[in-house]
């Protein structure tokens, strides 16, 4: 099974600061790496599909890098409306798994 | 634009088995996994498995002794069951698509497991 190491759990955050959220795989999952939205009492969102690939809809301060091993999450110029916990998931080898979430709050 | 509409018992006691369906809306239904993924009250994400259109399904192997994913195609529904509740299966039961992420999503199940 792939685990998905993401960090940090938590982080506090001004408006307008810069985000970046990491997510490290136990093994090579080349973009197949995904990136998810969960306001309070909501489903999650997809945000960022293949790594680095946005999504309709999807504020374009928000974007996805990486390959491999290490990707990463940024939004930038955070707003109150990104208070959320973001989540990874890889596609690459079943089992499907999911980082631990990054909880993001807003100062 | 695919919609989801799901629904099952929500209370449940030890041992019992879960059933829950998801039907879905406004969109194909073949050519894609229709999954189910649970998250337990404040904790992360856990996918449970997946079916296609076609009836091939994918187990997550610390649920599988235990899980049977179905699809009613003629209804455009999946479902699942989970048999052998405890405590530990109290959670939020999401149904979603997976062409490549999981998108889009159910509205989520709360299942509770009590005697």
């Known amino acids: 099974e792939i685990v998905l190491t993401q960090s940090p759990d938590f982080q506090s955050v001004t408006p307008k600061e810069k985000v970046t959220i990491t997510c490290r795989a136990s093994q090579p999952i080349y973009n197949k790496l995904h990136w998810y939205q969960q306001k309070p009492d909501q489903s999650p969102k997809l945000l960022i599909k293949?790594?680095?690939q946005s999504l309709p809809g999807v504020p374009s301060r928000f974007s996805g890098s990486g390959y491999g091993t290490d990707f990463t999450l940024t939004i930038n110029s955070l707003e109150a409306e990104d208070a959320a916990t973001y989540y990874c998931h890889q596609s690459s080898l079943l089992p499907l798994t999911f980082g631990g979430g990054t909880k993001v709050e807003i100062k | 634009q695919v919609q989801f509409q799901q629904w099952g018992a929500g209370l449940l006691k030890p041992s019992e088995t879960l059933s829950l369906t998801c039907a879905v809306y406004g969109g194909s239904f073949s050519g894609y996994y229709w999954s189910w993924i649970r998250q337990p009250p404040g904790k992360g994400l856990e996918w449970i498995g997946e079916i296609s259109h076609g009836g091939s399904t994918n187990y997550n192997p610390s649920l599988k002794s235990r899980v049977t994913i179905s699809v009613d195609t003629s209804k455009n529904q999946f479902s699942l069951r989970l048999n052998s509740m405890t405590a530990a299966d109290t959670a939020i039961y999401y149904c979603a698509r997976r062409p490549d992420g999981f998108d889009p999503w159910g509205q989520g199940t709360l299942v509770t497991v009590s005697s």
């Open positions: 293949y790594a680095s």
